[in-house]
C-alpha cells in the first residue's frame, strides 16, 4: 500500500509540477517574453511551492535536486506552451484554469508530503497550502502581475478546504485513492465554482 500511494503521489507531484509549468509560461506568454523567459518562469513556478515546503520540512537537498526529472519535465513544458500559447484565445483564460488544476493538486501532494516527514496535521495541512500558493506567488512577483491569490474570488481558501479534506480521508482509513481524489476534487470544485460564479469569503473591508 505504501509503494502504491508512493507512486500515486509522484504522479500527482509530475502533473502539478507540469501544469504550474505551463501556467508560468502562459504569465510569461502575456509580458511576450522569449522562449527562455517562458522556460525560467516556468520552472520557478512548477518548483517553488515544492521548494519552500522542502527547506521547512528539512527535506534536504530539495526534490528537484535529488531527481532531477522534475526540473526536465518544467522546461519541456514551458517550452511547448511557447510554441501553443499564440494559438490560445485567451491567455489569462488558459492561466486561470491551468492555476486551478495546479494548486488542487499541489494541495493533496503537499499535504502528503508533511503527513510523510511526520508533521503533524496542522503543519501537514500547512505544506499543503503552501506547496499550491507559493510557486504562483513567485510567478506573479517575476512577471509583475497582480497577486493571484489576492484576487477576491476564493483562492486559498479551496487549497485550505483541499488539504484539510485530504488529512480528514487519510484518517478514516479509506483506500488511498479515495484521499487523494476527494482532495483534488473539493479544491478544484471549489476553485472551479469560485472562478466561474465569482465566489468571495465575507469582507468587511470590501469597498463595493
Do not use: H
Amino acid at each position: 500500500m505504501a509503494f502504491d500511494i508512493t507512486i500515486a503521489v509522484n504522479i500527482m507531484g509530475l502533473s502539478a509540477v507540469a501544469v504550474f509549468a505551463i501556467s508560468g509560461a502562459l504569465s510569461a506568454a502575456r509580458q511576450k517574453m522569449d522562449i527562455l523567459g517562458f522556460m525560467l518562469i516556468g520552472t520557478v513556478t512548477g518548483i517553488g511551492g515544492g521548494t519552500l515546503r522542502d527547506v521547512l520540512l528539512g527535506n534536504l537537498p530539495v526534490f528537484w535536486i535529488r531527481e532531477p526529472t522534475w526540473i526536465v519535465v518544467c522546461l519541456l513544458f514551458s517550452a511547448a506552451t511557447y510554441f501553443v500559447a499564440p494559438r490560445l484565445t485567451s491567455l489569462s483564460r488558459a492561466l486561470l484554469w491551468m492555476d486551478a488544476i495546479g494548486i488542487a493538486l499541489f494541495a493533496v501532494v503537499g499535504t502528503e508530503i508533511g503527513l510523510e516527514s511526520e508533521a503533524s496535521p496542522l503543519i501537514a495541512i500547512c505544506m499543503g497550502v503552501m506547496t499550491a500558493t507559493f510557486g504562483g506567488i513567485a510567478r506573479d512577483v517575476l512577471c509583475g502581475s497582480n497577486l493571484t491569490l489576492m484576487n477576491e474570488e476564493l483562492y486559498i481558501t479551496t487549497t485550505l478546504a483541499g488539504s484539510t479534506t485530504y488529512l480528514c480521508l487519510s484518517m478514516l482509513g479509506l483506500p488511498y485513492s479515495y484521499d487523494l481524489i476527494g482532495g483534488f476534487l473539493v479544491a478544484f470544485t471549489l476553485r472551479a465554482l469560485a472562478i466561474q460564479f465569482n465566489l468571495k469569503l465575507p469582507n468587511r473591508y470590501r469597498v463595493e
